[in-house]
């Protein structure tokens, strides 16, 4: 039922709002309460890094696999100017803190239902990532997750983090 709601609302924002958000536009900013609730997870703050945007769910089945693939990733370029900021769409909250007990981050993660954030980046798919350059452009948006992309994904982001 909430994967219904979801893809409704969804395709709601889809054609009922702005244009989608496309490679080179600039990333519209945010400021998202952390799912923890102790402070608070803005863009902004990342400028001149490169960031991994990773939008996810708990029943969403390609997140699970997802998620180690980031935290190697995190790992990866922790001396890097890199960052993967993750940002659940979960409508109850406990179903995310739950989630991360069994698959656990090395990120920070947001908490972004009931907030526009879905509809400014035009999630419509589980998971849906933005990695965006240090100059605050989009530069890349990648739908779901295939172990079969990671070696394109950590390309993309050796490039990106590479760059000026």
Partial sequence: MRLLILLLLSAWSFCCTAAPLAVNDTAPEFSLSALDGANKIVLDDYKGKVVYLDFWASWCIPCRRSFPFLNKLKAQYVDKKF????????????????????????????????????????????????????????????????????????????KLVSEF
């Fill in 83 to 158: 960052e993967i900021i993750s940002i659940n769409l979960e409508q109850d909250v406990n179903d995310a803190k739950q989630f991360l007990t069994q698959y656990p981050v090395l990120y920070p993660v947001a908490q972004g239902y009931n907030n526009d954030i879905q509809s400014l980046y035009n999630v419509l798919v589980m998971p849906t990532a933005y990695i965006i350059g240090k100059d605050g452009t989009v530069r890349i948006k990648h739908l779901g997750f295939k172990e079969s992309q990671q070696a394109y994904i950590e390309a993309i982001v050796d």
